[in-house]
């Protein structure tokens, strides 16, 4: 009696071990993976941007090197029930996003490839890369492929976000210059989705996140590509410099028709030692920018540093991994506005810059807190060429110029989560209260449509839901079509479509 219990526990015991991803892959596929403790597993941890994610614990890191491998391992957690993460290059911040508890982490970090076919002018480029990776393959090639602005961002996360670039206003989101997706769907078979093959599938994945499939490669659009000019300014923070900031980069995004300028402009707080800095990011797709593009930044006095110089895109990308500092938790989040008008530019963008330092100051007991606010230009240029490349998700009307505001909170112990997690949502949620506010008194432009962008996003933000509603309704109906029962609806994190 005894022992027959004891076997039939042994029994049950071996079926839930063999039903676990880990171990089916290990016996069933020769995919590599790296096991808890192994020092290949803990390097792998190591490459989030945030600590909070890197210290969660899969139950093993899973390297496919081909589409076949990933279909291989998507069919195996077809036949059980766990829960899984897809990661690329870790930047997303949001815990469960990329990183996970438990179940298999599914690494992408072997899809490398970056083949350049200057012919037709295109470059595979595998989601395991980084940007500076890509760039670096590129170099001397004369091509570019449109990617991120700081060279450690990962390719697969990014793109599947829409990706803005240095370069969106002259050629688009990231994801307008994708002609081919790879892509392992629900039923662990491999697709190439096109524009022609599968239209609305295309379409999905410009800005769907990854719940269509786990993409193996991006065929994209190279383009022509010499020496670029940038690098960043450095200021002290002082009332004057940000009054002068602010007009700037209000001014940048509604006048300057030089496609080929971009920007990022950044206020930055150590709460603890109350350093105030902005850092912007210039970049010039060319030698030398022409005068008039930067001047009302390089005319406000006394930056503490310059380091915008001629360089190859590699240089200036890796440059600016100076930004990506690890050993933080780190929160993002973001708001969408519209560009207020020169006269009423002064009131609003100082407005938003306050009440960002009113609610960070509000957490600056919390171990190692650093605060930063960013105004990213999306001016109507950006939204005409994503639209005359065939549109995305995220379908930007070139009516009206926006800024997106993109947020983070990085700290210490991640047991001030739950106080910076409200902080974020209170600092976004206060700029939608100004923006709406502003739009009640006249001063900012009512009725207009402003989407959230998935890469800035907080866990909780709806990005799908601030979408137009045709562009929900396509995704809602395509999920239908490629993933009828939910895989990636309910298996892995990430931002999912509601349900109707
Ligand atoms: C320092 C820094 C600078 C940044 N700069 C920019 C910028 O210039 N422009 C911009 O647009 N964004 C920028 N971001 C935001 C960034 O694009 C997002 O965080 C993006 O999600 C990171 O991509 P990743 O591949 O590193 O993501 P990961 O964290 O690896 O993944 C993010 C999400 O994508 C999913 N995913 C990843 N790969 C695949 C795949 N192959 N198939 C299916 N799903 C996949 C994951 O499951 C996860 O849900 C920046 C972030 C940081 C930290
Ligand atoms: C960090 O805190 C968040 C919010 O409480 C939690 O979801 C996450 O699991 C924590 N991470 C770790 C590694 O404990
Ligand atoms: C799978 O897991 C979900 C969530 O934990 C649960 O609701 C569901 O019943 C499970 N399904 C099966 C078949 O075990
Ligand atoms: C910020 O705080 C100051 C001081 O409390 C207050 O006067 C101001 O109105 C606040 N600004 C915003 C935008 O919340
Ligand atoms: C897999 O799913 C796709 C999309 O739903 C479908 O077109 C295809 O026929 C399916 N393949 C198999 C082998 O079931």
């Given at each position: 009696m005894r022992s027959g219990l004891a076997v039939a526990v042994a029994a049950l015991v071996a079926v839930a071990s063999a039903q676990n991803t880990c171990d089916l892959v290990a016996s069933q596929t020769s995919i590599e993976s790296y096991k808890r403790f192994e020092i290949q597993y803990t390097s792998e941890q190591t490459e989030y941007w945030s600590t909070s994610c890197g210290d969660l614990k899969p139950s093993c890191i899973l390297m496919p090197t081909t589409a076949q491998e990933v279909a291989a391992i998507v069919s195996i957690l077809g036949t059980n029930n766990e829960s899984f993460a897809i990661k690329s290059?870790?930047?997303?911040?949001?815990?469960?996003?990329?990183s996970i508890d438990g179940g298999p982490l599914i690494s992408t970090k072997k899809l490398d490839q970056v083949i350049l076919d200057p012919v037709a002018q295109t470059v595979r480029v595998g989601p395991g890369n980084r940007w500076d990776d890509v760039s670096a393959a590129l170099d001397g090639s004369g091509y570019t492929a449109v990617g991120g602005r700081i060279g450690n961002v990962g390719v697969g996360g990014y793109m599947l976000g829409g990706g803005l670039s240095f370069m969106s206003t002259e050629?688009?989101?990231?994801?307008?210059?994708?002609?081919e997706f790879e892509l392992v769907l629900a039923n662990a078979s491999i697709v190439h989705v096109t524009e022609s093959k599968y239209p609305d599938l295309f379409m999905a994945l410009k800005g769907g996140g990854n719940n269509f499939g786990i993409v193996t490669s991006y065929l994209l659009q190279a383009y022509p590509q010499g020496d670029v000019w940038g690098g960043n300014l450095i200021f002290d923070a002082t009332p004057e410099v940000t009054t002068a900031i602010l007009a700037a980069v209000r001014d940048f995004t509604e006048n300057?028709?030089?496609?080929?300028a971009g920007i990022i402009v950044t206020a930055e707080r150590t709460l603890a030692t109350l350093l105030d800095i902005w850092v912007i990011f210039l970049y010039y797709n060319g030698p030398e920018p022409p005068a008039d593009v930067f001047d009302k930044f390089f005319a406000i006095s006394k930056f503490k540093l310059n380091t915008c110089k001629t360089q190859s895109m590699n240089s200036l990308l890796s440059g600016n991994n100076w930004a990506v500092l690890k050993g933080s938790v780190y929160t993002i989040g973001t708001e969408t506005m519209p560009l207020p008008n020169e006269a009423n530019g002064a009131e609003v963008m100082q407005k938003i810059f306050d009440h960002w330092v009113n609610v960070s100051d509000t957490v600056k007991l919390v171990p190692g807190v650093v605060a930063s606010v960013a105004f990213q230009p999306l001016p109507k240029k950006l939204a005409q060429v994503a639209k005359d490349k065939?549109?995305?998700?995220?379908?930007?009307?070139?009516?009206i110029d926006r800024i997106v505001l993109e947020l983070d909170y990085s700290f210490w112990p991640n047991g001030s989560y739950t106080e910076i997690d409200q902080t974020m949502q209170d600092t976004y949620s206060g700029f939608k209260t100004i923006v709406e506010d502003y739009q009640d008194s006249g001063l900012l432009p009512k009725d207009v449509y402003l989407p959230l962008f998935q890469n800035d996003?907080?866990?909780?933000?709806d990005y799908f839901g601030r979408l137009k509603p045709e562009k929900l309704a396509l995704a809602r109906r395509v999920q239908a079509e490629v993933d009828p029962k939910g895989f990636w609806k309910t298996r892995t994190g990430g931002f999912k479509i509601p349900s109707s």
């Open positions: 290059g870790g930047h997303n911040p949001n815990n469960y996003f990329a050629y688009g989101w990231a994801a307008n210059s994708v002609l300057y028709d030089d496609e080929k065939g549109g995305d998700m995220i379908d930007v009307d070139a009516d996003c907080f866990y909780p933000q």
